[in-house]
């Protein structure tokens, strides 16, 4: 009896520990601690990051458990990216131009997004060539966030004082237009303003050697520039730099950027993206342009289409919420408030005619260009190709070699690279 009094009492501290000891405890919230993940990307201007910023303060109000710790890396990006990548740091969520996408897609190092993509986010109602551009295998690995393709920009005023009412509409008409609008302004016997600004990068020259039947690479990555088709479409680069001195390159003028060239009214015609729209505003207020689609060459309607896609790291811990993010900003919703300046165009079709892009006097030639336009990607190799060219065809145009040699032998050093890539 004793003994089980005295378990009883024992029984009955025991509690009252328990309880005093509770009181002393911190209380347990019933709130769940926010998961955060990382978006990793490039920034283009101050005004570009301060809405970007908007957009995922936005974001993380209306999904109050995920937290974004963003990171901007505007230098070598690809090559961080790609470090980090082998590393296992990559952020959860990241930017992935369409140019370098074939290699990485191809790696099985981004996560494919078709398992979570439902009929609500509407998949449909993206531009099919930007979504094509992050395919591989059948598989989507990136969704595009916006994009621009290359428009003619031309100053009124010089066009008036030529007497040019309409900008030209094929590339012949270009020429001729570029003739009239060369002008010695200070009567100096010098050129003071070119007809035509050209950059002899392939980004801005591919399009003219699709026009022809030609292809920049062929379905192994290899070079084939220099064929006859290629040649001719930049042949037209080159004649009428050198045979009808109407045109210029950026260094011709001491300029260091297209837009900058045609803002100074150094150059009266520039084909560009949208990217110079805002720069030209807020630079050069008092500058009057338009813009046209690319005139059409040999009977084609040719421009390049860029764009840039949130690809997902396939070793991320938080897949669920980089989705989130991911589907937030390609949403309807997203997009809209991400464009809505008009630095860059919507790859949403219903975001664009929203925002009204596709009536825009400045916009709505640019938007054209993405049902024609070549995408800006070069196999799984793309940087072997790309130099190589450009410093070839450089070399062409300052009358330095002839097209035909400059092309044959940028093709055999670019492919000679690509080669040894390949083997690696």
């Not at 060539?129 to 100053?155: H, M, Q, R, V, W």
């Not at 590339?171 to 050129?191: A, H």
């Amino acid at each position: 009896m004793k003994r089980s009094i005295w378990k009883f009492l024992g029984v009955l501290i025991a509690i009252a520990l328990s309880i005093i000891g509770c009181e002393h405890l911190p209380s347990i919230s019933t709130k769940p601690t926010p998961v955060t993940i990382k978006l990793s990307g490039w920034i283009a201007s101050p005004a570009e990051q301060k809405l970007l910023k908007q957009v995922l303060h936005e974001f993380e109000a209306k999904y109050p458990n995920i937290k974004v710790k963003h990171e901007v890396i505007n230098d070598q990006y690809m090559d961080v990216i790609k470090t980090r990548l082998v590393g296992e740091a990559a952020p959860d969520v990241f930017y992935l131009d369409a140019f370098e996408a074939p290699f990485l897609m191809s790696q099985n190092v981004l996560e494919p997004l078709d398992a979570y993509i439902t009929s609500e986010f509407d998949l449909a109602d993206f531009e099919e060539t930007l979504l094509k551009s992050f395919k591989y295998e059948n598989y989507i690995y990136g969704l595009p966030k916006d994009y621009s393709t290359l428009a003619l920009f031309y100053n009124k005023k010089a066009f008036a004082t030529a007497g040019l009412d309409s900008p030209p509409r094929t590339w012949d008409e270009l020429r001729t237009y570029s003739q009239k609008l060369s002008v010695d302004l200070n009567q100096d016997s010098r050129i003071d303003r070119y007809g035509f600004g050209e950059i002899p990068e392939l980004a801005r020259q591919a399009y003219k050697i699709q026009a022809f039947g030609g292809q920049v690479v062929d379905r192994n990555g290899y070079a084939t520039f220099a064929s006859q088709a290629a040649v001719e479409g930049l042949q037209l680069a080159v004649d009428q730099y050198q045979k009808d001195r109407s045109s210029a390159q950026k260094s011709d003028v001491g300029t260091n950027s297209g837009g900058e060239m045609f803002g100074q009214g150094k150059v009266a015609m520039i084909v560009e993206g949208s990217w110079t729209i805002p720069y030209l505003i807020e630079t050069f207020p008092n500058l009057e342009f338009a813009t046209a689609e690319v005139p059409s060459i040999n009977g084609q309607k040719s421009t390049m289409i860029f764009t840039v896609a949130y690809v997902m790291n396939k070793q991320s811990e938080h897949k669920a919420e980089a989705w989130e993010l991911i589907s937030y900003l390609t949403g309807k919703e997203g997009m809209a408030k991400w464009t809505q300046t008009g630095f860059a165009l919507p790859s949403r079709k219903s975001v664009a005619q929203k925002l009204g892009y596709d009536k825009d006097q400045l916009r709505s030639a640019l938007l054209a260009g993405v049902d024609y336009g070549m995408p800006w990607q070069l196999g799984k190799y793309p940087a072997p190709v790309m130099n190589n060219f450009d410093n070839q065809f450089v070399s062409a145009l300052l009358g330095q070699q002839p097209l035909k040699q400059a092309m044959q032998r940028g093709q055999e050093e670019a492919n000679e690279l690509v080669k040894a890539i390949a083997m690696e």
